[in-house]
């Protein structure tokens, strides 16, 4: 299987920041953009482990579930991003967290479509089933405390 791994966000970042003089470098640990969220970082890091798991899929499932997973475990950190932009609108911001709650919760309804029809192993099920679970419960918490988030 080919591997993509996982995005290290902060060395992606501090790659790029490297120029910046040593005062900002306590700075850093503020968040500047969506990437920073450490809901974006796991949701955009599970999205790449299943498009892994899922070029394993069989031929027949691939414009079913396999297209359905990957759509649905990419839209959670997309629908992340476009919230963190619209904080400023805590109504906007609630209703696109809303969206990726919703996308993630699909997301394990296809992980168990997959883990059902064995193209996932208990173990790879559990793994990215509890990781899902994590996700849903930082974007729930979002949801709750909007406040914290607005500009």
Aim: no cysteine.
């Amino acid at each position: 299987m080919r591997s993509f791994g996982v995005v290290d966000f902060e060395s992606s970042e501090k790659s790029v920041n490297s120029t910046k003089p040593q005062q900002f470098d306590q700075m850093e640990k503020l968040i500047t953009s969506h990437s920073d969220l450490t809901v974006f970082q796991s949701a955009f890091n599970t999205a790449v482990r299943i498009h892994e798991y899922s070029m394993n899929f069989p031929t027949e499932e691939r414009y079913s579930l396999t297209d359905q997973i990957r759509r649905s475990s990419r839209s959670v950190a997309a629908n992340l991003a476009e919230a963190y932009r619209k904080r400023r609108y805590p109504k906007s911001f609630v209703s696109k967290l809303s969206d990726s709650e919703g996308e993630a919760a699909e997301t394990q309804v296809w992980l168990r479509f997959a883990h059902t029809f064995h193209y996932l192993n208990d173990q790879d099920f559990d793994s990215l089933n509890a990781e899902y679970a994590r996700i849903l419960n930082q974007i729930v918490k979002m949801i709750r405390n909007p406040e914290k988030w607005s500009l």
